[in-house]
């Protein structure tokens, strides 16, 4: 039996550093703590997140959600407009359809114009395809379904409360066929050793994925494993396919004890070369974008955010392919963290005072800046 607990909180919207460059979000919120999907792998079981060990039995439900967002928005002097995600717990668990709190947020968001990330493995966000679409419109949308796979035996054990893989990849198709503005696509994350990722697998995902209308799939290989969770994710998995755990223990570089983890937190290195290069090869073989398109703001952040994109994706390319990628990552987080437009910068020569810009990136860099724009004249140096 599922218990909802409603309590107040102090503060409501994370902010980041830096972004995520994942889902291009400089902010996250949760609109519930704990979540009824009960995923097998879920790393907020992780003893970092405070949660109990079987948190999809308890829901805390944040209380004056809206006016409390809407209050820090509103009395905000520091935060510009920019990417909102829905956070780890998912947004669209069954208490959603009682509460609204993630209704409610998206409200405050399409009204003070923040666009929004929503990650979530339930249909009930199709309830609210009305309101993403006039934040997509306003402003930017994107919407990604987590798919793990596409076997139903295989799902209800890694997902045991979460709608059926054909149902999700419907959510997929009437996003598509019922939107305009906003992106939708799949995180096919994690791609679970030894159940999900052997080569018929691999094809089959991606072939069901574009065939729904996809705008991208973004992949990530292996489970992560940490204490409290990995200890979670390896007692089912022992009880289901005890067969996999020697697998495992080779993979992750641990001897299997019901009682502790003392594993490495992601599998080897040559595992992720060998799946992301299966996965880029798929993307290229069904022109399945494996980036989404990032939000650019209209103002001073516009051309930083450009250059920004264009840097972190080639640096997300590299390190699929296992070659060096820091030096392009760090100049683009610090390149997004600008306070005034790297085209004033650009005019003064002074791109190599920006962390980890060198030669090579300040070539990279003027190559890409749009010269001919002179918006609000911030974007003019010839």
């Not at 409360?161 to 990849?169: A, L, M, Q, S, Y």
């Not at 019901?258 to 290069?277: A, L, R």
Request: charged letters at 30%; proline letters at 4%; aromatic letters at 12%.
């Amino acid at each position: 039996m599922v218990e909802y607990i409603e309590k107040e909180f102090k503060s409501i919207l994370n902010v980041f550093k830096y972004i995520d460059s994942w889902y291009w979000c400089k902010y996250t919120i949760n609109t519930y703590n704990g979540c009824q999907f009960g995923c097998i792998y879920c790393d907020s079981r992780s003893a970092k997140y405070r949660m109990p060990t079987d948190f999809e039995n308890t829901i805390i439900v944040k209380k004056n959600i809206k006016e409390m967002l809407d209050k820090r928005l509103t009395r905000a002097r520091k935060l510009l407009p920019d990417v909102v995600a829905t956070g780890s717990n998912d947004p669209y668990q069954p208490a959603e359809a009682k509460y609204k709190n993630t209704r409610q947020c998206l409200e405050v968001f399409s009204k003070h114009k923040y666009p929004v990330s929503v990650g979530t493995k339930s249909k009930l966000v199709l309830r609210d395809l009305d309101i993403l679409e006039k934040i997509g419109k306003d402003s930017w949308c994107s919407i990604c379904v987590t798919i793990t796979t596409n076997d139903q035996e295989i799902s209800k054990f890694l997902e045991p409360r979460v709608p059926t893989p054909k149902e999700r990849f419907d959510v997929i198709r009437t996003i598509k066929d019922q939107t305009n503005y906003i992106q939708a696509g799949v995180s096919f994350i994690p791609i679970v050793p030894y159940l999900c990722d052997s080569d018929e697998h691999l094809e089959a995902m991606a072939k069901k994925i574009k065939e729904t209308g996809a705008d991208f799939i973004l992949f990530g290989s292996g489970v992560t494993m940490r204490d409290l969770q990995a200890k979670w994710f390896l007692k089912h998995l022992n009880e289901r396919y005890p067969e996999l755990i020697e697998k495992y223990e080779e993979l992750y570089d641990f001897k299997y004890n019901p009682e502790s983890y003392e594993g490495k937190y992601t599998p080897k290195t040559s595992y992720h070369k060998k799946i992301n290069k299966k996965m880029l090869n798929l993307c290229e073989k069904y022109e399945l974008p494996y980036r989404v398109k990032r939000f650019i703001p209209q103002d001073f952040r516009r051309m930083n955010y450009s250059i920004a994109e264009k840097l972190l994706n080639e640096a997300y390319r590299q390190q699929m392919l296992g070659k060096a990628w820091s030096k392009k990552y760090w100049a683009g987080m610090n390149i997004q963290n600008l306070k005034e437009s790297i085209v004033a910068i650009a005019k003064r020569n002074e791109l190599q005072e920006i962390r980890n810009v060198n030669d090579e990136i300040e070539e990279f860099i003027r190559e890409n800046l749009d010269v001919d724009e002179d918006q609000t004249g911030l974007l003019r140096f010839l």
